[in-house]
Protein backbone atom coordinates (compact mmCIF):
# COMPACT_ATOMS: atom_id res chain seq x y z
CA UNK A 1 0.00 0.00 0.00
CA UNK A 2 1.23 3.85 -1.11
CA UNK A 3 2.83 5.30 1.68
CA UNK A 4 2.35 8.76 0.04
CA UNK A 5 -0.41 10.94 -0.64
CA UNK A 6 0.30 11.15 -4.85
CA UNK A 7 -0.27 13.76 -7.40
CA UNK A 8 -0.88 13.16 -10.63
CA UNK A 9 0.57 14.29 -14.13
CA UNK A 10 -1.07 17.79 -15.18
CA UNK A 11 -3.40 16.80 -17.50
CA UNK A 12 -4.11 19.12 -20.31
CA UNK A 13 -6.07 18.08 -23.51
CA UNK A 14 -4.35 16.05 -26.36
CA UNK A 15 -3.40 18.38 -28.86
CA UNK A 16 -5.56 17.35 -32.37
CA UNK A 17 -3.48 16.72 -35.16
CA UNK A 18 -4.20 18.37 -38.72
CA UNK A 19 -3.35 15.61 -41.33
CA UNK A 20 -3.10 17.96 -43.94
CA UNK A 21 -2.86 17.04 -46.89
CA UNK A 22 0.79 15.32 -48.20
CA UNK A 23 2.19 15.48 -44.35
CA UNK A 24 3.72 12.98 -42.17
CA UNK A 25 0.89 12.18 -40.23
CA UNK A 26 -1.69 11.67 -42.88
CA UNK A 27 0.75 9.20 -44.69
CA UNK A 28 1.11 7.40 -41.54
CA UNK A 29 -2.63 6.37 -40.93
CA UNK A 30 -3.57 6.17 -44.67
CA UNK A 31 -0.43 3.65 -44.07
CA UNK A 32 -1.72 1.94 -41.55
CA UNK A 33 -5.73 2.03 -42.81
CA UNK A 34 -4.58 0.08 -46.01
CA UNK A 35 -2.78 -2.23 -44.56
CA UNK A 36 -5.45 -3.17 -41.67
CA UNK A 37 -8.05 -2.70 -44.63
CA UNK A 38 -6.25 -5.66 -46.24
CA UNK A 39 -6.44 -8.15 -43.25
CA UNK A 40 -8.56 -11.26 -42.44
CA UNK A 41 -9.65 -10.05 -38.69
CA UNK A 42 -10.53 -13.06 -36.22
CA UNK A 43 -11.52 -10.56 -33.24
CA UNK A 44 -12.46 -13.36 -29.85
CA UNK A 45 -14.66 -11.72 -26.91
CA UNK A 46 -11.81 -11.37 -23.63
CA UNK A 47 -13.29 -13.15 -20.09
CA UNK A 48 -10.95 -13.30 -17.71
CA UNK A 49 -7.79 -12.10 -19.79
CA UNK A 50 -8.07 -15.15 -22.54
CA UNK A 51 -9.63 -14.97 -25.81
CA UNK A 52 -12.88 -16.35 -26.20
CA UNK A 53 -13.49 -18.26 -29.13
CA UNK A 54 -17.00 -20.05 -30.42
CA UNK A 55 -18.27 -21.83 -33.35
CA UNK A 56 -20.29 -18.71 -34.24
CA UNK A 57 -18.56 -16.21 -36.65
CA UNK A 58 -20.39 -12.80 -37.50
CA UNK A 59 -18.79 -11.27 -40.26
CA UNK A 60 -17.59 -7.83 -40.22
CA UNK A 61 -18.99 -5.00 -42.71
CA UNK A 62 -17.39 -1.60 -43.54
CA UNK A 63 -20.37 0.86 -44.27
CA UNK A 64 -18.28 2.17 -46.88
CA UNK A 65 -18.07 -1.13 -48.80
CA UNK A 66 -20.54 -3.55 -47.12
CA UNK A 67 -19.13 -6.39 -49.65
CA UNK A 68 -15.91 -6.08 -48.11
CA UNK A 69 -14.65 -9.06 -46.22
CA UNK A 70 -12.01 -7.89 -43.48
CA UNK A 71 -12.44 -11.03 -41.18
CA UNK A 72 -15.73 -11.87 -38.40
CA UNK A 73 -15.82 -11.55 -35.36
CA UNK A 74 -17.05 -14.65 -32.46
CA UNK A 75 -20.54 -14.04 -31.27
CA UNK A 76 -21.10 -15.49 -27.72
CA UNK A 77 -24.44 -17.17 -25.94
CA UNK A 78 -25.50 -16.53 -22.41
CA UNK A 79 -22.61 -18.66 -20.85
CA UNK A 80 -20.00 -16.43 -21.85
CA UNK A 81 -22.36 -13.73 -19.66
CA UNK A 82 -22.19 -16.05 -16.88
CA UNK A 83 -18.43 -16.76 -16.87
CA UNK A 84 -17.66 -13.07 -17.87
CA UNK A 85 -19.79 -12.24 -14.46
CA UNK A 86 -18.36 -14.88 -12.54
CA UNK A 87 -14.70 -13.95 -12.61
CA UNK A 88 -15.71 -10.37 -12.43
CA UNK A 89 -16.66 -10.72 -8.71
CA UNK A 90 -13.86 -12.98 -8.61
CA UNK A 91 -11.83 -10.58 -9.36
CA UNK A 92 -13.33 -7.73 -7.41
CA UNK A 93 -11.86 -8.40 -3.96
CA UNK A 94 -8.10 -7.87 -5.39
CA UNK A 95 -8.55 -5.17 -7.63
CA UNK A 96 -11.03 -2.95 -5.50
CA UNK A 97 -8.04 -3.21 -2.90
CA UNK A 98 -5.71 -2.11 -4.82
CA UNK A 99 -3.66 1.31 -4.22
CA UNK A 100 -5.65 3.77 -6.65
CA UNK A 101 -2.57 5.18 -8.23
CA UNK A 102 -1.76 1.40 -9.14
CA UNK A 103 -5.26 1.09 -10.72
CA UNK A 104 -4.80 4.53 -12.52
CA UNK A 105 -1.49 3.98 -13.81
CA UNK A 106 -2.56 1.28 -15.95
CA UNK A 107 -5.25 3.73 -17.05
CA UNK A 108 -2.20 6.71 -17.92
CA UNK A 109 -0.43 3.85 -19.44
CA UNK A 110 -3.15 3.20 -22.04
CA UNK A 111 -3.69 6.55 -22.81
CA UNK A 112 0.24 6.84 -23.89
CA UNK A 113 0.00 3.97 -25.54
CA UNK A 114 -2.89 5.46 -27.75
CA UNK A 115 -1.28 8.82 -28.00
CA UNK A 116 1.64 7.12 -29.42
CA UNK A 117 2.44 3.68 -30.90
CA UNK A 118 -1.35 2.65 -30.82
CA UNK A 119 -3.22 5.86 -32.69
CA UNK A 120 -2.78 5.41 -36.08
CA UNK A 121 -4.29 1.64 -35.59
CA UNK A 122 -7.34 2.99 -33.24
CA UNK A 123 -7.74 5.66 -35.94
CA UNK A 124 -7.75 2.89 -38.60
CA UNK A 125 -10.10 0.83 -37.02
CA UNK A 126 -12.48 3.48 -36.23
CA UNK A 127 -12.58 4.88 -40.11
CA UNK A 128 -13.00 0.86 -41.39
CA UNK A 129 -15.62 -0.67 -39.01
CA UNK A 130 -17.81 3.01 -38.22
CA UNK A 131 -16.78 4.76 -41.31
CA UNK A 132 -15.11 8.20 -39.38
CA UNK A 133 -13.55 10.87 -41.83
CA UNK A 134 -9.57 11.11 -40.78
CA UNK A 135 -10.87 14.50 -38.75
CA UNK A 136 -13.76 13.03 -37.29
CA UNK A 137 -11.28 10.04 -36.23
CA UNK A 138 -8.84 11.78 -34.86
CA UNK A 139 -10.93 13.82 -32.27
CA UNK A 140 -12.96 10.99 -31.41
CA UNK A 141 -10.94 7.90 -31.42
CA UNK A 142 -7.53 9.48 -30.53
CA UNK A 143 -7.84 12.58 -28.73
CA UNK A 144 -11.50 12.71 -26.89
CA UNK A 145 -10.53 8.54 -25.72
CA UNK A 146 -6.82 9.95 -24.48
CA UNK A 147 -8.67 12.73 -22.91
CA UNK A 148 -11.39 10.44 -20.77
CA UNK A 149 -8.65 8.11 -19.44
CA UNK A 150 -6.39 11.32 -18.25
CA UNK A 151 -8.65 13.72 -16.99
CA UNK A 152 -10.39 11.21 -15.17
CA UNK A 153 -7.04 10.04 -12.87
CA UNK A 154 -7.38 13.85 -12.34
CA UNK A 155 -11.11 13.61 -11.38
CA UNK A 156 -10.12 10.61 -9.60
CA UNK A 157 -7.63 12.19 -7.17
CA UNK A 158 -9.70 15.51 -7.18
CA UNK A 159 -12.41 13.12 -5.55
CA UNK A 160 -10.50 11.12 -2.80
CA UNK A 161 -8.80 14.30 -1.94
CA UNK A 162 -12.71 15.86 -0.93
CA UNK A 163 -12.45 15.17 2.98
CA UNK A 164 -15.19 16.54 5.79
CA UNK A 165 -13.63 18.84 8.76
CA UNK A 166 -12.96 17.54 12.06
CA UNK A 167 -14.18 19.08 15.11
CA UNK A 168 -11.85 19.51 18.27
CA UNK A 169 -11.14 15.92 19.43
CA UNK A 170 -11.82 13.75 16.55
CA UNK A 171 -10.97 13.11 13.13
CA UNK A 172 -13.79 12.66 10.31
CA UNK A 173 -12.70 11.49 7.08
CA UNK A 174 -14.62 9.38 3.89
CA UNK A 175 -13.66 6.95 2.17
CA UNK A 176 -14.69 5.93 -1.91
CA UNK A 177 -15.41 2.60 -1.86
CA UNK A 178 -15.79 0.40 -5.35
CA UNK A 179 -19.50 -0.63 -5.67
CA UNK A 180 -20.48 -3.78 -3.92
CA UNK A 181 -21.11 -6.55 -6.95
CA UNK A 182 -20.20 -6.08 -10.80
CA UNK A 183 -21.06 -2.93 -13.22
CA UNK A 184 -22.66 -3.34 -16.49
CA UNK A 185 -21.42 -0.93 -19.84
CA UNK A 186 -23.14 -0.88 -22.96
CA UNK A 187 -21.39 1.42 -25.71
CA UNK A 188 -22.77 2.79 -28.69
CA UNK A 189 -21.24 2.90 -32.65
CA UNK A 190 -21.15 6.70 -33.04
CA UNK A 191 -17.73 7.34 -30.55
CA UNK A 192 -15.12 5.28 -29.95
CA UNK A 193 -14.23 7.01 -27.24
CA UNK A 194 -17.48 6.90 -25.22
CA UNK A 195 -17.21 2.98 -26.26
CA UNK A 196 -13.78 3.27 -24.26
CA UNK A 197 -14.70 5.41 -21.54
CA UNK A 198 -17.97 3.31 -19.97
CA UNK A 199 -16.20 0.65 -18.90
CA UNK A 200 -12.95 2.05 -17.85
CA UNK A 201 -14.14 5.07 -15.84
CA UNK A 202 -15.85 2.54 -14.11
CA UNK A 203 -12.82 -0.12 -13.29
CA UNK A 204 -10.30 3.12 -12.22
CA UNK A 205 -12.43 3.23 -9.43
CA UNK A 206 -11.76 -0.17 -8.55
CA UNK A 207 -15.40 -1.50 -9.86
CA UNK A 208 -15.28 -4.86 -11.76
CA UNK A 209 -17.10 -4.62 -15.50
CA UNK A 210 -19.17 -6.63 -17.73
CA UNK A 211 -18.87 -4.88 -21.07
CA UNK A 212 -20.93 -5.36 -24.13
CA UNK A 213 -19.75 -3.13 -27.02
CA UNK A 214 -21.82 -2.30 -30.34
CA UNK A 215 -21.86 -4.95 -32.94
CA UNK A 216 -20.97 -2.19 -35.18
CA UNK A 217 -17.76 -1.14 -33.23
CA UNK A 218 -16.31 -4.51 -32.34
CA UNK A 219 -13.05 -3.32 -34.37
CA UNK A 220 -12.28 -0.57 -32.38
CA UNK A 221 -13.25 -2.26 -29.26
CA UNK A 222 -11.02 -4.91 -29.93
CA UNK A 223 -7.71 -2.64 -30.30
CA UNK A 224 -8.87 -0.54 -26.73
CA UNK A 225 -9.00 -4.12 -25.19
CA UNK A 226 -5.58 -4.97 -26.82
CA UNK A 227 -4.23 -1.66 -25.27
CA UNK A 228 -5.91 -2.44 -21.84
CA UNK A 229 -4.47 -5.87 -21.63
CA UNK A 230 -1.21 -4.30 -22.57
CA UNK A 231 -0.80 -1.30 -19.94
CA UNK A 232 -1.65 -4.05 -17.39
CA UNK A 233 -5.00 -4.42 -16.59
CA UNK A 234 -5.91 -7.25 -14.39
CA UNK A 235 -7.48 -10.44 -15.87
CA UNK A 236 -11.08 -10.36 -15.04
CA UNK A 237 -11.11 -6.83 -14.42
CA UNK A 238 -13.01 -5.60 -18.01
CA UNK A 239 -14.46 -8.76 -19.17
CA UNK A 240 -15.87 -7.79 -22.93
CA UNK A 241 -18.49 -9.94 -24.69
CA UNK A 242 -20.24 -9.97 -28.27
CA UNK A 243 -23.79 -11.64 -27.39
CA UNK A 244 -27.51 -10.73 -28.19
CA UNK A 245 -28.54 -7.33 -26.01
CA UNK A 246 -31.69 -8.27 -25.22
CA UNK A 247 -30.98 -11.74 -23.19
CA UNK A 248 -27.39 -10.03 -21.87
CA UNK A 249 -29.89 -7.51 -20.55
CA UNK A 250 -32.11 -9.58 -18.97
CA UNK A 251 -29.34 -11.92 -17.92
CA UNK A 252 -27.55 -9.14 -16.31
CA UNK A 253 -30.53 -7.03 -15.06
CA UNK A 254 -31.40 -9.96 -12.99
CA UNK A 255 -29.12 -10.58 -10.90
CA UNK A 256 -28.25 -10.13 -7.32
CA UNK A 257 -24.71 -8.82 -7.40
CA UNK A 258 -25.73 -6.07 -10.53
CA UNK A 259 -24.78 -2.56 -8.39
CA UNK A 260 -24.53 -0.36 -11.79
CA UNK A 261 -25.52 0.28 -15.40
CA UNK A 262 -23.41 3.13 -17.76
CA UNK A 263 -25.03 3.06 -20.75
CA UNK A 264 -25.28 5.18 -23.90
CA UNK A 265 -27.80 4.16 -26.97
CA UNK A 266 -31.11 4.45 -27.69
CA UNK A 267 -33.81 5.73 -25.32
CA UNK A 268 -36.17 2.78 -25.50
CA UNK A 269 -33.72 0.51 -24.88
CA UNK A 270 -32.52 2.16 -21.53
CA UNK A 271 -35.92 2.96 -20.42
CA UNK A 272 -36.68 -0.62 -21.13
CA UNK A 273 -33.52 -1.35 -19.01
CA UNK A 274 -34.44 0.77 -16.43
CA UNK A 275 -37.88 -0.72 -16.17
CA UNK A 276 -35.90 -4.45 -15.72
CA UNK A 277 -34.33 -3.12 -12.59
CA UNK A 278 -37.35 -1.76 -11.36
CA UNK A 279 -39.07 -4.88 -11.56
CA UNK A 280 -35.88 -6.72 -9.83
CA UNK A 281 -35.01 -4.10 -7.33
CA UNK A 282 -35.84 -6.97 -4.64
CA UNK A 283 -33.27 -9.32 -5.80
CA UNK A 284 -30.50 -7.16 -5.39
CA UNK A 285 -28.36 -6.37 -2.88
CA UNK A 286 -27.68 -3.09 -2.82
CA UNK A 287 -29.37 -0.81 -5.04
CA UNK A 288 -28.40 -0.31 -8.60
CA UNK A 289 -26.12 3.19 -9.56
CA UNK A 290 -28.20 4.08 -13.49
CA UNK A 291 -26.23 6.63 -15.60
CA UNK A 292 -27.71 7.08 -19.37
CA UNK A 293 -26.98 9.12 -22.37
CA UNK A 294 -29.54 8.47 -24.73
CA UNK A 295 -30.90 10.76 -27.82
CA UNK A 296 -30.77 14.11 -28.71
CA UNK A 297 -33.42 16.20 -31.33
CA UNK A 298 -30.57 19.16 -31.23
CA UNK A 299 -31.53 22.68 -32.36
CA UNK A 300 -29.91 25.82 -33.83
CA UNK A 301 -31.91 29.05 -33.24
CA UNK A 302 -31.19 31.88 -34.67
CA UNK A 303 -31.97 35.41 -34.22
CA UNK A 304 -32.51 38.15 -36.73
CA UNK A 305 -29.38 39.76 -35.49
CA UNK A 306 -27.08 36.42 -35.90
CA UNK A 307 -24.70 36.52 -38.66
CA UNK A 308 -25.74 34.61 -41.62
CA UNK A 309 -22.40 33.04 -42.69
CA UNK A 310 -21.66 31.69 -38.96
CA UNK A 311 -25.24 29.88 -38.49
CA UNK A 312 -24.76 28.54 -42.08
CA UNK A 313 -21.27 26.70 -40.88
CA UNK A 314 -22.64 25.62 -37.49
CA UNK A 315 -25.52 24.25 -39.49
CA UNK A 316 -23.38 22.02 -41.93
CA UNK A 317 -20.90 21.33 -39.42
CA UNK A 318 -23.29 20.84 -36.78
CA UNK A 319 -25.74 18.78 -39.01
CA UNK A 320 -23.23 16.81 -41.16
CA UNK A 321 -20.02 15.78 -39.48
CA UNK A 322 -20.15 11.88 -38.77
CA UNK A 323 -23.01 12.09 -41.14
CA UNK A 324 -25.04 13.40 -38.44
CA UNK A 325 -24.71 10.22 -36.41
CA UNK A 326 -23.80 12.01 -33.14
CA UNK A 327 -26.32 12.11 -30.66
CA UNK A 328 -25.69 15.85 -30.35
CA UNK A 329 -26.08 16.46 -34.01
CA UNK A 330 -28.15 19.56 -35.16
CA UNK A 331 -31.22 18.05 -36.67
CA UNK A 332 -33.35 20.98 -36.71
CA UNK A 333 -33.16 24.52 -36.86
CA UNK A 334 -34.94 27.61 -36.87
CA UNK A 335 -34.39 30.52 -39.51
CA UNK A 336 -36.04 34.20 -39.08
CA UNK A 337 -37.26 35.14 -42.15
CA UNK A 338 -34.93 38.43 -42.88
CA UNK A 339 -32.49 36.27 -42.54
CA UNK A 340 -33.24 32.92 -44.67
CA UNK A 341 -31.97 33.96 -48.00
CA UNK A 342 -28.61 35.10 -46.55
CA UNK A 343 -28.57 31.38 -44.39
CA UNK A 344 -29.55 29.66 -47.74
CA UNK A 345 -26.83 31.37 -49.94
CA UNK A 346 -24.22 30.62 -47.68
CA UNK A 347 -25.08 26.88 -46.79
CA UNK A 348 -26.18 26.29 -50.59
CA UNK A 349 -21.99 27.13 -51.55
CA UNK A 350 -20.98 25.59 -48.62
CA UNK A 351 -22.47 21.91 -49.38
CA UNK A 352 -21.66 22.25 -53.04
CA UNK A 353 -17.96 21.85 -51.95
CA UNK A 354 -18.67 19.01 -49.72
CA UNK A 355 -17.31 15.87 -51.49
CA UNK A 356 -18.83 12.16 -49.91
CA UNK A 357 -16.89 8.82 -49.99
CA UNK A 358 -14.61 6.49 -48.56
CA UNK A 359 -12.38 7.32 -45.50
CA UNK A 360 -9.49 6.86 -46.89
CA UNK A 361 -9.65 9.86 -48.95
CA UNK A 362 -8.57 12.10 -46.41
CA UNK A 363 -10.09 14.99 -48.37
CA UNK A 364 -14.10 13.37 -48.05
CA UNK A 365 -16.07 15.70 -45.41
CA UNK A 366 -19.16 12.93 -45.74
CA UNK A 367 -18.76 9.01 -45.04
CA UNK A 368 -21.34 6.30 -45.25
CA UNK A 369 -23.46 5.73 -42.53
CA UNK A 370 -23.74 3.20 -40.20
CA UNK A 371 -25.65 0.59 -41.44
CA UNK A 372 -28.47 -0.96 -44.06
CA UNK A 373 -31.13 -0.46 -41.10
CA UNK A 374 -29.96 3.45 -40.91
CA UNK A 375 -29.71 4.03 -44.70
CA UNK A 376 -32.94 2.48 -45.28
CA UNK A 377 -34.47 4.95 -42.38
CA UNK A 378 -32.95 7.87 -43.73
CA UNK A 379 -33.78 7.43 -47.33
CA UNK A 380 -37.29 7.02 -45.93
CA UNK A 381 -37.43 10.38 -44.69
CA UNK A 382 -35.96 11.76 -47.78
CA UNK A 383 -39.14 10.11 -49.92
CA UNK A 384 -41.64 11.36 -47.43
CA UNK A 385 -40.60 15.08 -47.60
CA UNK A 386 -40.48 14.98 -51.78
CA UNK A 387 -43.97 13.51 -51.52
CA UNK A 388 -44.92 16.51 -48.93
CA UNK A 389 -47.44 18.96 -49.07
CA UNK A 390 -45.41 20.96 -46.08
CA UNK A 391 -42.09 19.93 -47.07
CA UNK A 392 -39.21 19.65 -49.61
CA UNK A 393 -35.88 18.85 -49.86
CA UNK A 394 -33.96 21.82 -50.81
CA UNK A 395 -30.56 20.48 -50.44
CA UNK A 396 -29.09 16.65 -50.79
CA UNK A 397 -31.36 14.39 -50.97
CA UNK A 398 -29.66 11.56 -52.99
CA UNK A 399 -28.78 7.97 -51.58
CA UNK A 400 -26.88 5.06 -52.89
CA UNK A 401 -26.15 1.78 -51.38
CA UNK A 402 -24.70 -0.32 -54.53
CA UNK A 403 -21.26 0.16 -52.76
CA UNK A 404 -21.31 1.56 -49.72
CA UNK A 405 -24.44 2.78 -47.16
CA UNK A 406 -24.28 6.25 -48.27
CA UNK A 407 -26.71 9.66 -48.12
CA UNK A 408 -25.88 13.04 -49.16
CA UNK A 409 -26.08 15.45 -46.72
CA UNK A 410 -29.98 16.54 -46.68
CA UNK A 411 -31.83 19.60 -45.88
CA UNK A 412 -35.30 19.58 -45.68
CA UNK A 413 -37.51 23.21 -45.59
CA UNK A 414 -40.88 22.40 -43.90
CA UNK A 415 -43.70 24.77 -43.28
CA UNK A 416 -45.39 22.94 -40.19
CA UNK A 417 -43.66 23.42 -37.00
CA UNK A 418 -44.22 19.68 -36.41
CA UNK A 419 -43.03 18.04 -39.41
CA UNK A 420 -41.67 13.99 -38.39
CA UNK A 421 -38.40 15.19 -39.43
CA UNK A 422 -38.40 17.96 -36.85
CA UNK A 423 -39.60 16.13 -34.06
CA UNK A 424 -38.16 12.86 -34.22
CA UNK A 425 -34.58 11.94 -33.97
CA UNK A 426 -33.32 10.12 -37.07
CA UNK A 427 -29.25 9.82 -36.56
CA UNK A 428 -28.27 10.92 -40.12
CA UNK A 429 -27.15 13.79 -41.97
CA UNK A 430 -30.80 15.03 -42.69
CA UNK A 431 -31.21 18.41 -40.98
CA UNK A 432 -34.57 20.29 -41.15
CA UNK A 433 -35.36 23.87 -41.31
CA UNK A 434 -38.32 25.86 -40.10
CA UNK A 435 -38.55 29.24 -40.50
CA UNK A 436 -40.03 31.84 -38.67
CA UNK A 437 -41.52 35.50 -38.79
CA UNK A 438 -39.44 38.19 -36.77
CA UNK A 439 -41.44 39.19 -34.49
CA UNK A 440 -41.94 35.80 -33.18
CA UNK A 441 -38.84 35.19 -31.23
CA UNK A 442 -40.16 34.99 -28.48
CA UNK A 443 -42.85 32.60 -29.43
CA UNK A 444 -40.62 30.36 -31.56
CA UNK A 445 -38.61 29.91 -28.15
CA UNK A 446 -41.31 28.13 -26.78
CA UNK A 447 -41.92 26.32 -29.92
CA UNK A 448 -38.11 25.08 -29.42
CA UNK A 449 -38.78 24.00 -26.18
CA UNK A 450 -41.69 22.24 -26.55
CA UNK A 451 -40.97 20.44 -29.62
CA UNK A 452 -39.10 17.22 -28.56
CA UNK A 453 -38.73 15.27 -26.06
CA UNK A 454 -35.17 15.28 -25.88
CA UNK A 455 -32.78 17.74 -24.14
CA UNK A 456 -29.19 16.99 -25.26
CA UNK A 457 -27.70 20.37 -26.82
CA UNK A 458 -29.12 23.15 -28.87
CA UNK A 459 -27.53 26.53 -29.85
CA UNK A 460 -28.32 30.48 -30.07
CA UNK A 461 -27.09 32.71 -32.59
CA UNK A 462 -26.97 36.18 -32.23
CA UNK A 463 -25.14 39.61 -31.94
CA UNK A 464 -28.15 40.55 -29.94
CA UNK A 465 -26.87 40.21 -25.62
CA UNK A 466 -30.43 40.71 -24.79
CA UNK A 467 -31.70 37.72 -27.37
CA UNK A 468 -28.87 35.28 -25.89
CA UNK A 469 -30.00 36.03 -22.46
CA UNK A 470 -33.97 35.41 -23.30
CA UNK A 471 -32.65 31.73 -25.21
CA UNK A 472 -30.70 31.53 -22.52
CA UNK A 473 -33.48 31.71 -19.95
CA UNK A 474 -36.36 29.87 -22.61
CA UNK A 475 -34.20 27.15 -23.00
CA UNK A 476 -33.09 26.24 -19.89
CA UNK A 477 -34.45 22.67 -19.51
CA UNK A 478 -34.37 22.23 -23.40
CA UNK A 479 -30.33 21.20 -23.29
CA UNK A 480 -27.53 20.03 -21.13
CA UNK A 481 -25.31 21.42 -23.17
CA UNK A 482 -25.99 24.85 -24.55
CA UNK A 483 -23.89 26.65 -27.06
CA UNK A 484 -23.85 30.50 -27.89
CA UNK A 485 -22.96 31.18 -31.53
CA UNK A 486 -21.41 27.89 -32.19
CA UNK A 487 -21.87 24.50 -33.42
CA UNK A 488 -23.96 21.98 -31.07
CA UNK A 489 -21.74 19.14 -30.91
CA UNK A 490 -17.94 19.02 -30.18
CA UNK A 491 -17.96 18.65 -26.36
CA UNK A 492 -14.55 18.46 -25.01
CA UNK A 493 -13.53 16.36 -21.88
CA UNK A 494 -12.56 19.24 -19.16
CA UNK A 495 -14.50 22.00 -21.00
CA UNK A 496 -17.67 20.72 -21.52
CA UNK A 497 -18.96 18.11 -19.29
CA UNK A 498 -21.22 16.38 -21.45
CA UNK A 499 -24.88 15.11 -21.02
CA UNK A 500 -28.64 15.92 -21.36
CA UNK A 501 -31.50 15.85 -19.00
CA UNK A 502 -35.83 14.88 -20.26
CA UNK A 503 -35.04 11.88 -23.01
CA UNK A 504 -31.85 12.01 -23.67
CA UNK A 505 -30.57 10.68 -20.35
CA UNK A 506 -29.54 11.10 -16.64
CA UNK A 507 -27.32 14.08 -16.97
CA UNK A 508 -24.55 12.42 -15.21
CA UNK A 509 -21.91 14.56 -17.44
CA UNK A 510 -19.08 12.16 -18.79
CA UNK A 511 -16.01 13.39 -18.90
CA UNK A 512 -16.43 14.95 -15.20
CA UNK A 513 -16.14 13.84 -11.99
CA UNK A 514 -19.77 14.41 -11.29
CA UNK A 515 -19.99 11.45 -13.04
CA UNK A 516 -17.18 9.35 -11.53
CA UNK A 517 -19.47 9.71 -8.14
CA UNK A 518 -21.48 7.90 -9.68
CA UNK A 519 -19.18 4.57 -9.26
CA UNK A 520 -18.29 4.88 -5.67
CA UNK A 521 -20.07 4.27 -2.29
CA UNK A 522 -18.55 6.58 0.47
CA UNK A 523 -18.00 5.70 3.60
CA UNK A 524 -17.86 8.20 6.23
CA UNK A 525 -15.60 7.39 9.35
CA UNK A 526 -15.63 9.54 12.65
CA UNK A 527 -12.42 8.76 15.02
CA UNK A 528 -12.98 10.39 18.27
CA UNK A 529 -9.44 10.48 20.67
CA UNK A 530 -10.74 11.18 24.04
CA UNK A 531 -14.18 9.43 24.24
CA UNK A 532 -16.52 10.20 26.90
CA UNK A 533 -16.43 7.89 30.15
CA UNK A 534 -20.33 8.85 31.62
CA UNK A 535 -23.31 9.15 29.56
CA UNK A 536 -24.34 11.84 31.62
CA UNK A 537 -24.28 15.74 29.41
CA UNK A 538 -23.91 18.70 31.14
CA UNK A 539 -27.53 19.78 30.86
CA UNK A 540 -28.35 16.94 33.56
CA UNK A 541 -26.03 18.81 36.34
Excluded at 1 to 20: F, G, H, Q, T, W
Excluded at 50 to 57: D, G, L
Excluded at 218 to 231: D, G, K, L, P, Q
Aim: charged share 25%.
Amino acid sequence: MSKAISDVPVVLNEPVRSYEPGSAEVKSLISTYKKMWGEKMEIPMVINGKEITTSKKVQLQSPQNHQHDFGFYYEGDMSHVDDAIKTALEARQKWAALGWEQRVAIFLKAADLFAGPYRDRLNAATMIGQSKSVHQTEIDAACEFIDFLRFNVEFVREMYAEQPISDEGMWNRVEYRALEGFTFAVTPFNFTAISGNLPSCMAMLGNVVLWKPSDKQVYSAHVIMEVFREAGLPDGVINMVFTDGKETAEKVLQHPDFAGLHFTGSTSVFQNMWKQIGDNIHKYKTYPRIVGETGGKDFVIAHPSAHADAVATGLVRGAFEYQGQKCSAASRAYIPQSLWEAVKSSMDAQLKTIKMGSPEDPSNYINAVISQVSFDKCKGYIERANASNDAEVIFGGKCDDSKGWFVEPTVILTTNSKYESICEEIFGPILTIYIYEDRKWKETLKLVDETSPYALTGAVFSQDRYAIEEAYIALENAAGNFYINDKPTGAVVGQQPFGGARASGTNDKAGSKMNLMRWVSVRTIKETFNPPKNYRYPFLG
